[in-house]
């Protein structure tokens, strides 16, 4: 696979402290949006350290080992997050992980927290994660409807989060991958002003040019209807390079199956 990535991450309108973090690392086939707890001590920290421990992962031998090396630097982060809030003695410190993991022509998505990571492929939109927080859990169950969510004010309020449990909670879902699917990242700074029909629209529009314009424009989008949180988006477009032409000069019998 050939990866075309773009990403942006911007403090918004209301906020004096971007507490998200991104990793795009093509050449190891992996990509992050972290975002750091709002209202807690440090969340600018805890995002900035799951980043941090990444950046080690290096090249994998394949998709075992890349979803191995991913965990293992993500136990470190939430053990030194741990670390960190209590040498401050503040509170809890936390922050929401969404990644994309690729080798070959297969995908993994890890999270935690309601950051989310979408898949575009030919004109139909996939929410690949699902949000860990108490109206997702009650929309689950029946107990409240979907319009209702929208408009509940704890539809924010996390259920999950890298550094405050004793071991990472995450969720993961694999896949096979197809040429043109196009990845997108965030974090909620961008999902709360955008239902996912219109990242279908904006996607599918945009599915023959290039990734940056598309993500510069959503998160200007989201700015200019209020902003009000960080907002962070990572892009991928995954192409097949297919096998390169091999030129042969010169007479090879054995090829043609003579002795």
Not at 85 to 90: D, I, K, R, V
Not at 102 to 124: E, K, L, N
Not at 213 to 238: F, I
Request: aromatic share 6%; glycine share 10%; proline share 3%.
């Amino acid at each position: 696979m050939a990866f075309e990535t773009t990403c942006k991450t911007d403090v918004g309108c209301v906020r004096s402290l971007n507490e998200d973090s991104v990793l795009v690392r093509p050449d190891w086939g992996l990509w992050l949006v972290a975002d750091g707890m709002g209202g807690h001590a440090a969340g600018d920290f805890a995002s900035q350290t799951i980043v941090g421990a990444m950046e080690t992962v290096g090249l994998p031998t394949g998709a075992v080992d890349l979803k191995s090396r991913f965990m293992d630097r993500l136990t470190q982060a939430n053990r030194d997050i741990q670390a960190h809030a209590e040498q401050l003695g503040s509170g809890v410190i936390g922050s929401t992980v969404a990644a994309l993991l690729i080798q070959q022509d297969h995908f993994a998505c890890i999270w935690s927290g309601d950051s989310r990571v979408y898949r575009m492929r030919g004109s139909t939109l996939t929410r690949v994660t699902r949000d860990h927080t108490e109206v997702q859990a009650l929309l689950d169950t029946g107990a409240i409807t979907l319009e209702e969510a929208e408009a509940s004010p704890r539809k924010n309020v996390i259920t999950r989060a890298i550094g405050v449990t004793a071991e990472p909670d995450c969720d993961m879902v694999e896949g096979a991958l197809a040429d043109a699917d196009t990845f997108l990242l965030c974090s909620d700074g961008l999902t709360e002003y955008f239902a996912d029909s219109e990242l279908a629209e904006v996607l599918y529009t945009g599915a023959n040019g290039d990734l940056g314009p598309m993500c510069e424009q959503l998160v200007k989008t989201a700015l200019e209807r209020g902003g009000k949180d960080n907002v962070s988006v990572v892009m991928v477009r995954c192409r097949h390079m297919g096998l390169p032409e091999i030129a042969i000069e010169g007479e090879y019998p054995e090829l043609r199956g003579q002795q």
